[in-house]
Structures are given as structure tokens and as C-alpha cells.
């Protein structure tokens, strides 16, 4: 890390000085450094969980505007973007020390132009075949990967105490991106928006006009201003600059693993249950519309992951975590009490009420898990440095190094709850006729991680706030 004696200034692209653990330097600049970062990351990956999710909203629609796909391939085209996302995190949690924060946010945020214009115009072809959609719907997982990158980054410009809070806001109002999607798509494809970019609407049995294609479209023009937004006013630090062989060590440490399982309770449930929620809620309760209420969930949350990283700075992120866990498996129990059985009965407003419990634990959880990583990385990364004889700006550059790369790829194995959590409840309803069996499996889940916390973390709490 260089210490230059020359002021800076704030809005340079890049910074060669950044001390976030200094109260001074803090106090000075960087809190205002951060923060004008934090809340342009923040809009940026808000678009790309809308644009993650998409196809949770146009599949749906597909057979409509005269698509005559089977329901397999619907289900397909809505699980592919959360495995693609959940791979493409892996080589997106690298890349923030690779090219610098502000120009790999500027062309990440960018490049989801590409799906979203392709499937604008893809979806009023009804001659477009379903592998053309398929690449789509991958594509669709660039936007999914983002979420690695940009908490890395932001991660980066924070110290230590507030960690928790700052990554709590850009992953808590990031992750509002599903509930916004899934509120404002259904509004958008009502209305002639982009007619003038042929945009034509398809005539339905009520007479109605369904404009597909703005579910896609709408997104574009926000898009496109965020990544100029980044471009020209977020920054590069040169101290977080890092080779890939300098961050692949990361992946030997037992900690990544173990806070990898316990990640993938918390956000895999998230983007989870946002997946599969709706579709779900419509094979138990047939009658209810739930579209009408699928973004409440996501809301609720993306709203807990927002707040749960300031919760977790106060009580420390094991607590939270360890608390989180048994309310989850608890609640996790009860939904067997909702259920119909055979068809009859079943009790939806109790479905719904312990769905969202769920939704917000599972935000709560993603927080304190985030801020667990961030604090147990610090502390494992800067006493190995010091132990080897390396001056306290060299542990704090590793430890800061070996954060953001843990954050990335850890991220990236949350993720894939978004691929198998939907297929678990396909799979669980075509062999019972009942989502019982695979909630039967996450109640297990998060039993063994209440027992994975306690005896890694729980015992060692004061270590671990």
C-alpha cells in the first residue's frame, strides 16, 4: 500500500491511498469515498437481480404471446439463470482485484444490456426456438454473478466495524431486485411502452393487449445510465489490487467451506424460495392469485438483509446467525401444519404468514453470515501475516485481499439454492403430489447448521463478533 503525501481527489478514478481502518483518514475522506460507491453499487446490483430473475416473470407468460413450450422447459428457462449466476460467481469473485472495482462494476452492469434487448425482440418471434431462449435465460446468470463482484468491491472500502452494516445495504438493496421485478414487470407488459422500437402488443381473450417484451426492455434505459454512473463516478483502489494466484489460496482455508454450507441455508433459501414461491403456492392453493403477493416476500427479505448487517455489527454476527438458524427450523416445521393434504384443506394465510417468516430469516441470515466471513477472514488473514513477520499495512492489504475473494466465492455457492430449491419442490411434487418431502430435507438442513454454528463459532462468540 503507498502513502502519498499529495491530497487526492475524491472523485479520481483511481485511489493509490485507502486507510478505512485510520479514524482519521476515515473521518476525512473516507467515509465520503465509500459511501458515494456503496450507493451507486447499490442501484447497480438491484438491476441485476432484476434482471436475474427475469425469466420467473416472462416464462410464465410465454404460452400467452403464443409460445407453445412444454412446462418442463418453462420451469427450465426460470432455474437456468440461478445456475449459470451461481457458476459465473466463481471467476466474478476474482475479478474486483484483477481490474479495479470501478471499471469491472461499469462493465458488468453493462453487459446485462445484452439478454435483456435479445429477449425483448426474442419473445415476439413465435418462430424463435426454445434453445435460442435457453441461451437467454444463461445469459440471464451474468446478472446473478454480480452480486460476488460487487460485495467483494464494496467490501473493500469499509473497515472492519462497519463491514457488516455497509454490506448489508448493497446485498439487502440489491436483493430487493427480485420483489422490484416481480412488481413492476406485471405492470409494464399492460402498457405500449417502446412501440416506437417495434414493440407490438399480443391481443388476449379478454381483449387486453400483453407487451411481453417490456418486461425485458424496461430495464435497458437504467442500465445504461448505472453503468455510466459507475464509470465515471466510483473508484478504483490500487490496495485492492491482487493477481488471481494471490487470491486462489483463499480456497485452501476449512472456514470458506464451512461458512460456504452455512450461506447456502441463508441465501439459497432467499433465492430460493423467490424462484419457486409463486409456482409452489399455486399447485397447494389453486384459487389464490398469487401474483398478487409473490414480491412480498423477496421485499421482506431484501429489507432484512438490509438491516441485518447493522444488527449483526451491534450483537455479532454468530448470534445472529446461530438465532437465525433455529428460528428457521422452526418455522421450517410449522409449514407442514399449512399444507393440504390430498388436495383438501391446508390453510393459506398460515402458508403465507410462515413463508415470510422464512423470506426473513433468510435475509436476516445472509447479513450475519456475510458479516461472519467478513470478520473471521480479517482476524485468520492478519494473524498468519504477523505471524510471518509482515508489517501491519501488509496484513491489513491481505486480509483485505482474502475477505473480498471469500465473500466472491462463497457468494457464488449460496447461489445454486436458486437452481436446486425450485427443482427439489418439482421434484418432490411429481413423486408425492406434496412439496412436504423436500421441506422435509430443509428442516434437516437447518437443524445441522444450527449444530455447525454452535460448535465451529457459537462457543467461540467473543472471538467471533
Known amino acids: 500500500m503507498s502513502h502519498s503525501s499529495a491530497p487526492e481527489r475524491d472523485n479520481g478514478a483511481v ?47 410465454l404460452p400467452k404471446v403464443g409460445f407453445t413450450f412444454t412446462t418442463d422447459q418453462l420451469f427450465m428457462l426460470t432455474a437456468l439463470p440461478s445456475l449459470s449466476g451461481a457458476l459465473l460467481r466463481v471467476p466474478y469473485a476474482f475479478m474486483v482485484p484483477v481490474f479495479g472495482g470501478r471499471r469491472w462494476t461499469a462493465f458488468s452492469t453493462g453487459i446485462m444490456i445484452v439478454p435483456c434487448v435479445w429477449l425483448g425482440f426474442a419473445v415476439q418471434d413465435t418462430s424463435t426456438p426454445f434453445s435460442v431462449f435457453v441461451i437467454i435465460s444463461l445469459l440471464c446468470g451474468f446478472a446473478g454473478a454480480n ?58 381473450p379478454d381483449g387486453s393487449s400483453l407487451f411481453l417484451q417490456n418486461a425485458a426492455w424496461i430495464w435497458v434505459p437504467f442500465l445504461v445510465i448505472f453503468t455510466l454512473a459507475s464509470w465515471f463516478f466510483m473508484n478504483d483502489l490500487s490496495a485492492s489490487k491482487a493477481s488471481l494466484s494471490e487470491q486462489l489460496p483463499v480456497l485452501k482455508r476449512g472456514h470458506l467451506w464451512v461458512m460456504a454450507l452455512l450461506y447456502l441455508a441463508t441465501f439459497g433459501s432467499f433465492i430460493g424460495f423467490s424462484a419457486g414461491f409463486a409456482m409452489l403456492s399455486k399447485t397447494q392453493f389453486p384459487e389464490i392469485q398469487i401474483l398478487h403477493f409473490a414480491f412480498f416476500g423477496p421485499f421482506i427479505g431484501a429489507l432484512a438483509r438490509s438491516v441485518g448487517g447493522m444488527i449483526s455489527d451491534r450483537l455479532g454476527g454468530t448470534r445472529v446467525t446461530l438465532v437465525n438458524f433455529v428460528v428457521m427450523a422452526i418455522f421450517c416445521a410449522l409449514l407442514f401444519l399449512t399444507l393440504p393434504t390430498n388436495g383438501q384443506g391446508g390453510n393459506f394465510t398460515a402458508f403465507f404468514g410462515v413463508f415470510m417468516v422464512l423470506f426473513l430469516t433468510a435475509g436476516l441470515g445472509s447479513a450475519s453470515t456475510f458479516q461472519m466471513i467478513s470478520v473471521i477472514f480479517r482476524k485468520l488473514t492478519m494473524d498468519r501475516v504477523k505471524a510471518q513477520g509482515g508489517n501491519e499495512a501488509q496484513a491489513m492489504r491481505e486480509a483485505a485481499t482474502d475477505t473480498a475473494a471469500a465473500l466472491g466465492f462463497i457468494s457464488a455457492i449460496g447461489a445454486i439454492g436458486g437452481f436446486f430449491i425450485p427443482k427439489a419442490f418439482g421434484i418432490s411434487l411429481d413423486l408425492t403430489g406434496s412439496p412436504a418431502g423436500a421441506m422435509k430435507v430443509f428442516l434437516v438442513f437447518y437443524i445441522a447448521c444450527v449444530v455447525i454454528t454452535w460448535l465451529v463459532y457459537g462457543r467461540n462468540t467473543k472471538k467471533n463478533k
Open 15 to 61: 485511489i493509490t491511498e485507502w486507510r478505512p481502518e485510520d479514524p482519521a483518514f476515515w473521518e476525512q475522506r473516507g467515509h465520503r469515498v465509500a459511501s458515494r460507491n456503496l450507493w451507486i453499487s447499490v442501484p447497480c446490483l438491484l438491476l441485476a437481480f432484476c434482471v436475474w430473475m427475469l425469466f420467473s416473470a416472462v416464462a410464465v407468460n
Open 147 to 204: 452480486f460476488a463482484s460487487s460485495m467483494a468491491n464494496i467490501s473493500f472500502f469499509f473497515p472492519k466495524a462497519k463491514q457488516g452494516g455497509a454490506l448489508g445495504i448493497n446485498g439487502g438493496l440489491g436483493n430487493m431486485g427480485v420483489s422490484v421485478m416481480q412488481l413492476i414487470a406485471p405492470l409494464a407488459i399492460s402498457v405500449s411502452i417502446f412501440a416506437a422500437f417495434g414493440g407490438g402488443g399480443v391481443t388476449q
